[in-house]
């Protein structure tokens, strides 16, 4: 099954509705509303119908995902009445696929790691990366869905997008072994790590790990693969589009770690979340500064993933300005460098 959010406005202001995505028949089943029209053809009250409906299906698909294996009979159930609570796929206005409580930032496929050090540090790669499989945490305020419009700060020259695989946490776990993990998934998107590269270079010797460099956008959709429709992860084959330009094609190869490992070591002295997102790492030449080529405002950019479908987002077509910027203080070891 295909799952995904959609905003739909009312009297009362933008509501999110959890969605199943049938790309091929071209719609979207609301299934809060397919699942009311379910209970009511059998014998429920339209007013209780809608009240455990809403419930089964919040607009939360984090919450949704916590009900276990529940969610996903539910969810079939629901479809009983999707002629009858369907959208054309065309005119829904999509949010991230996932409103995740954590995200958290992988590095695991090698083609990226070496063509990144090559690139950006100009030396072979640290030692550190082949020890462990290393991540970050982004913020979960700055999530966009397909088709909505990604700032461009002013800060940077150098905004970048990640073709990377979002892992979705379907259950809670700690301390997992990689045999473990993956029972733990309840299903892949495409990820966008959005990336300023020459604002991560500056936050870099910080030694605070990503801040603004990371953390104005990350990508989520266009909608949730569940995992029982994916034969396997290695071997999906993804491309980047930019302006209906195809700037690179890529593919699941080349781990350093894999899945399974990625998600164990998460889990290791922290607990996984229902609706948590794990981002894979970019694959081989889905980032920009692997060809040198990084976008401009008003750019259009696609990530494709073979078994879930295209992320699409604009950039904007100027440049955000915050109202302050702090000022450079003084170094106070610039006698001590000479």
Same mark, same amino acid.
């Given at each position: 099954? %295909?799952?995904?959010?959609?905003?739909?406005?009312?009297?009362?202001?933008?509501?999110?509705?959890?969605?199943?995505?049938?790309?091929?028949?071209?719609?979207?089943?609301?299934?809060?509303?397919?699942?009311?029209?379910?209970?009511?053809?059998?014998?429920?009250?339209? +007013?209780?119908?809608?009240?455990?409906?809403?419930?089964?299906?919040?607009?939360?698909?984090?919450?949704?995902?916590?009900?276990?294996?529940?969610?996903?009979?539910?969810?079939? +159930?629901?479809? #009983?009445?999707?002629?009858?609570? $369907?959208?054309?796929?065309?005119?829904?206005?999509?949010?991230?696929?996932?409103?995740?409580?954590?995200?958290?930032?992988?590095?695991?496929?090698?083609?990226?790691?070496?063509?990144?050090? %090559? !690139?950006?540090?100009?030396?072979?790669?640290?030692?550190?990366?082949? /020890?462990?499989?290393?991540?970050?945490?982004?913020?979960?305020?700055?999530?966009?869905?397909?088709?909505?419009?990604?700032?461009?700060?002013?800060? $940077?020259?150098?905004?970048?997008?990640?073709?990377?695989?979002?892992?979705?946490?379907?259950?809670?776990?700690? !301390?997992?072994?990689?045999?473990?993990?993956?029972?733990?998934?309840?299903?892949?998107?495409?990820? !966008?790590?959005? *990336?300023?590269?020459?604002?991560?270079?500056? /936050?870099?010797?910080?030694?605070?790990?990503?801040?603004? *460099? %990371?953390?104005?956008?990350?990508?989520?959709?266009?909608?949730?693969?569940?995992? #029982?429709?994916?034969?396997?992860? +290695?071997?999906?084959?993804?491309?980047?589009?930019?302006?209906?330009?195809?700037? *690179?094609?890529?593919?699941?190869?080349?781990?350093?770690?894999?899945?399974?490992?990625?998600?164990?070591?998460? *889990?290791?002295?922290?607990?996984?979340?229902?609706?948590?997102?794990?981002?894979?790492?970019?694959?081989?030449?889905?980032?920009?500064?692997?060809?040198?080529?990084?976008?401009?405002?008003?750019?259009?950019?696609?990530?494709?993933?073979?078994?879930?479908?295209?992320?699409?987002?604009?950039?904007?077509?100027? %440049? +955000?300005?915050?109202?302050?910027?702090?000022?450079?203080?003084?170094?106070?070891?610039? #006698?001590?460098?000479?």
């Amino acid at each position: 099954m %295909k799952l995904g959010r959609i905003a739909v406005q009312t009297p009362d202001g933008e509501q999110i509705r959890v969605v199943a995505v049938e790309p091929e028949a071209g719609r979207v089943i609301d299934l809060a509303r397919a699942y009311a029209l379910t209970l009511q053809r059998r014998g429920a009250t339209a +007013e209780r119908a809608r009240e455990v409906a809403q419930n089964v299906f919040p607009g939360s698909l984090s919450r949704g995902i916590a009900a276990g294996e529940a969610f996903l009979e539910l969810a079939r +159930e629901a479809l #009983d009445a999707a002629d009858d609570a $369907s959208l054309p796929l065309a005119e829904v206005e999509w949010r991230a696929a996932v409103d995740p409580p954590v995200i958290r930032d992988g590095l695991t496929f090698g083609t990226h790691i070496e063509n990144y050090f %090559k !690139n950006v540090v100009h030396s072979k790669p640290v030692r550190a990366v082949y /020890e462990r499989p290393g991540f970050f945490k982004g913020s979960t305020a700055t999530v966009y869905g397909t088709d909505q419009t990604i700032p461009y700060p002013d800060i $940077s020259e150098k905004l970048d997008y990640e073709l990377e695989i979002g892992y979705i946490v379907g259950k809670p776990g700690r !301390n997992l072994t990689p045999d473990e993990a993956m029972d733990h998934i309840f299903g892949i998107t495409i990820f !966008n790590d959005w *990336s300023l590269r020459d604002v991560q270079a500056l /936050e870099g010797p910080i030694g605070m790990g990503a801040q603004h *460099s %990371k953390d104005f956008a990350y990508g989520i959709g266009p909608w949730i693969t569940t995992m #029982d429709e994916i034969d396997s992860i +290695e071997g999906l084959k993804g491309q980047v589009r930019v302006n209906g330009e195809v700037w *690179s094609d890529t593919r699941v190869e080349n781990f350093v770690y894999t899945p399974a490992e990625l998600v164990a070591y998460v *889990s290791i002295f922290d607990g996984l979340q229902p609706g948590d997102l794990i981002g894979s790492g970019t694959m081989g030449f889905g980032a920009g500064v692997e060809i040198n080529r990084f976008l401009q405002p008003g750019d259009v950019v696609e990530l494709e993933l073979e078994g879930v479908g295209t992320l699409r987002n604009p950039v904007a077509n100027q %440049k +955000e300005t915050p109202p302050w910027w702090p000022t450079p203080r003084p170094y106070p070891f610039d #006698d001590e460098e000479n």
